[in-house]
């Protein structure tokens, strides 16, 4: 039996999603801008600007942080984004999304929620430190976020905003 052709429009499914259902990610673009504005204007204070690999692994840790905040009211963000480098990565991560976002492919319906997401993570980040058998855990009082130290806990002993 020979197959008919079928004459009717294919069309998308409607959208069901709520408002807060889809995740933006970070564009490269700005992760790239960021990284290169960090290790630029690397405040001496700190010491030697770090490694490109030291500065990847971070990057990693709060891309998925930042990822993570906007999925869930209880995110668990690594400690290592706790650090001076984390810290320098999220100002510069967030004035490139200011600076730039159009440019860099984010929708103007995406960059709230990034921001949002942003400061929820600085928020976390300027939490109070909590120790257990279990490891660190920075704990974010205004939300339900927490720093899982997932390293040495003598290298975390000094955790600043």
């Given at each position: 039996?020979?197959?008919?052709?079928?004459?009717?429009?294919?069309?998308?499914?409607?959208?069901?999603?709520?408002?807060?259902?889809?995740?933006?990610?970070?564009?490269?673009?700005?992760?790239?801008?960021?990284?290169?504005?960090?290790?630029?204007?690397?405040p001496a204070d700190l010491g030697a600007p770090?490694?490109?690999?030291?500065?990847?692994?971070?990057?990693?840790?709060?891309?998925?942080?930042?990822?993570?905040?906007?999925?869930?009211?209880?995110?668990?963000?690594?400690?290592?984004?706790?650090?001076?480098?984390?810290?320098?990565?999220?100002?510069?991560?967030?004035?490139?999304?200011?600076?730039?976002?159009?440019?860099?492919?984010?929708?103007?319906?995406?960059?709230?929620?990034?921001?949002?997401?942003?400061?929820?993570?600085?928020?976390?980040?300027?939490?109070?430190?909590?120790?257990?058998?279990?490891?660190?855990?920075?704990?974010?009082?205004?939300?339900?976020?927490?720093?899982?130290?997932?390293?040495?806990?003598?290298?975390?002993?000094?955790?600043?905003?």
């Amino acid at each position: 039996m020979p197959l008919q052709p079928v004459n009717a429009e294919l069309s998308p499914p409607p959208d069901t999603r709520s408002p807060r259902a889809g995740i933006a990610g970070v564009p490269a673009q700005i992760q790239r801008a960021a990284t290169q504005q960090l290790l630029t204007n690397w405040p001496a204070d700190l010491g030697a600007p770090p490694g490109a690999a030291e500065v990847t692994e971070v990057l990693a840790y709060l891309l998925a942080g930042i990822l993570e905040a906007q999925v869930t009211d209880s995110a668990v963000i690594d400690s290592r984004v706790h650090s001076a480098l984390g810290r320098q990565l999220l100002i510069a991560l967030r004035a490139e999304l200011v600076r730039d976002w159009k440019n860099a492919g984010v929708d103007e319906t995406e960059l709230a929620p990034l921001l949002a997401a942003c400061e929820r993570v600085h928020r976390a980040r300027c939490g109070r430190v909590a120790r257990s058998g279990m490891g660190s855990f920075a704990l974010c009082p205004r939300q339900n976020i927490a720093f899982a130290d997932r390293t040495d806990p003598q290298e975390n002993s000094s955790l600043s905003c």
